[in-house]
């Protein structure tokens, strides 16, 4: 009789069950706190085709990983994507030793109109939509040409299609601080959960991150003089943290990677499209899987590369701004490793 697989732990005694897998670093928008305007994207040689993708996403099933999470850039420009989309789903609840528990997505929203009944049929059941404004106008300046009318239809795409919707956005001072109520409310209408995400040091912009930074603490204080947020146990596997709003009855998480270190409960890594392994968002330590499955590696040799990589995994990040230089505190951009 079959059994789940043992947990890969880091050093830490972290079991490592949960992988976000970025397909892509390109992406059809150009938002302010994750690209440059004129981003140069990488060479289709670097990147890892779908199949090569796939084998390590199920290597890592192999060693105990539960859920996979498909991000980019924007994972729905990837040509064909689709097809990784149902070979992982495929794997959703079948047989202990090579199923997944969840398989799901961050995405812009751009792309889902066209691809949202897919995503369900393949076995996703819920998704993550960045969204950080409900105003068109501050939609267009915060994704430098986007046009939010894509971005709501694809939402409503994927309600229709059964999949739960969790809105994610960005909380920058200044800028769309004065839109988190509107959110709240569209997303208690709608029937969605939202997540506030404080901004992180990652990558050259363009822009002063001092500026941006803007302490969910002091979010959350404000936005208690409106809504009724009852403490929950609630959790997803990711590290935010989840008050329901009483007057919509449905949830608000928080990820404060500034202000509150999570890393004590971290259970995730992150493979990017070049594959290359970060044990941390955070940290530049990192393991090249491509140069493994490209040397004609067997799975048993894969699966020692990823085990030693875990064996590294460090404690926590150090997100800290260089006031002195305005450096990025991780030079990479977000959009390769995908939040």
Known sequence: MSSLPSPMLDPFGRA?????????????????????????????????????????????????????????????????????????????????????????????????????????????????????????AKFTLLTRWGKIGPTLEGIAAAKAAGLAVKINTVAMKGVNEDDFDALIAWCGEQGFDLCLIETMPMGEIGEDRTDQYLPLSVVRSRLRRRWTLDETDYRTGGPARYFGVRETGRRIGFITPMTHNFCESCNRVRLTCTGTLFMCLGQDDQADLRAVLRSGADDAALTAAIREAISRKPKGHDFIIDRRHDQPAVARHMSMTGG
């Not at 994750?34 to 994207?41: L, N, P, R, V, Y």
């Not at 105990?64 to 495929?90: C, H, N, S, W, Y």
Request: proline share 2%; charged share 25%; hydrophobic share 40%.
């Open 16 to 136: 490592i069950t949960y992988l976000r897998v970025s397909v892509t670093d390109r992406c059809d928008l150009r938002c302010v706190y994750c690209m440059a305007e004129d981003m140069h994207f990488l060479p289709k040689k670097d990147v890892l085709t779908l199949e090569e993708l796939e084998r390590l996403s199920v290597a890592f099933i192999g060693l105990g990983t539960r859920k996979i999470r498909l991000t980019g850039g924007e994972p729905l420009v990837r040509r064909d994507v689709m097809r990784l989309v149902q070979r992982l789903g495929a794997r959703i609840g079948v047989g202990a030793e090579q199923g997944l528990d969840e398989l799901t997505l961050t995405t812009n929203g751009s792309q889902l109109a066209r691809c949202a009944a897919g995503l369900a049929a393949a076995g996703m059941r819920r998704i993550n939509v960045s969204l950080d404004t409900l105003d068109p």
